[in-house]
């Protein structure tokens, strides 16, 4: 699974199955970690998280299909009732049928994106310029925003208007944020191997 474009391969350039396995383990557990971030809202069902962090900064890390596994495997923790989820909402499997369900199961493919993304020869751009990273968590989070946008208005029955104005607009300040933070810590990394 070698992926010598993205970040997590060049910090530690060692090959094989055991070094991915451990890589995604890490991730899994800064996954886990940032949603512990949680900050309930009273205006909107869907609370204020660090998960959309950790799908973003894994993306870059990692790459499309490691990303991709590791949030897989974290929705399957979830799903079978392990701690990993914010703490607002239901348990395990009965989450996917609350509020952030379409934020959730659009995180595997947001980080494919994202890691996928990441991993292109751009013209343009160099491994962790600004432009690259910036345009690659975008589209993971439009992605994301996408997938709980429809969930909101369409299985949660709030409507598009209302499902826009609960689940995509209070968030948009806090995720741009967010993307600052992780290309501030992806140039951080890659000055700190210079």
Same mark, same amino acid.
């Given at each position: &699974?070698?992926?010598? @474009?993205?970040?997590?391969?060049?910090?530690?350039?060692?090959?094989?199955?055991?070094?991915?396995?451990?890589?995604?383990?890490?991730?899994?557990?800064?996954? =886990?970690?940032?949603?512990?971030?949680?900050?309930?809202?009273?205006?909107?069902?869907?609370?204020?998280?660090?998960?959309?962090?950790?799908? &973003?900064?894994?993306? =870059?890390?990692?790459?499309?299909?490691?990303?991709?596994? =590791?949030?897989?495997? %974290?929705?399957?923790?979830?799903?079978?009732?392990?701690? *990993?989820?914010?703490?607002?909402?239901?348990?395990?499997?009965?989450?996917?049928?609350?509020?952030?369900?379409? %934020?959730?199961?659009? %995180? /595997?493919?947001?980080?494919? =994106?994202?890691?996928?993304?990441?991993?292109?020869?751009?013209?343009?751009?160099?491994?962790?310029?600004?432009?690259?990273?910036?345009?690659?968590?975008?589209?993971?989070?439009?992605?994301?925003?996408?997938?709980?946008?429809?969930?909101?208005?369409?299985? %949660?029955?709030?409507?598009?208007?209302?499902?826009?104005?609960?689940?995509?607009? /209070?968030?948009?300040?806090?995720?741009?944020?967010?993307?600052?933070? *992780?290309?501030?810590?992806?140039?951080?990394?890659?000055?700190? @191997?210079?």
């Amino acid at each position: &699974m070698a992926q010598a @474009r993205v970040l997590a391969d060049r910090l530690i350039p060692r090959e094989g199955i055991a070094w991915d396995v451990a890589r995604i383990a890490a991730a899994n557990l800064l996954m =886990v970690l940032c949603a512990r971030v949680a900050l309930p809202l009273e205006w909107t069902p869907v609370p204020i998280t660090g998960q959309t962090f950790g799908v &973003m900064l894994i993306g =870059v890390l990692l790459g499309s299909r490691r990303a991709a596994i =590791v949030l897989s495997l %974290y929705l399957l923790e979830g799903i079978a009732g392990l701690p *990993v989820w914010q703490p607002f909402g239901l348990p395990g499997a009965a989450r996917l049928a609350g509020p952030t369900a379409g %934020y959730l199961l659009a %995180y /595997p493919l947001a980080a494919f =994106v994202i890691g996928w993304m990441a991993e292109r020869d751009w013209a343009c751009c160099a491994p962790g310029s600004l432009l690259r990273t910036g345009s690659a968590l975008l589209a993971g989070e439009l992605v994301i925003f996408a997938g709980g946008w429809l969930w909101l208005a369409t299985v %949660y029955a709030q409507g598009w208007a209302g499902a826009f104005a609960a689940g995509v607009v /209070p968030f948009v300040a806090g995720e741009l944020l967010k993307m600052a933070l *992780v290309v501030a810590a992806v140039r951080g990394i890659e000055r700190a @191997r210079a």
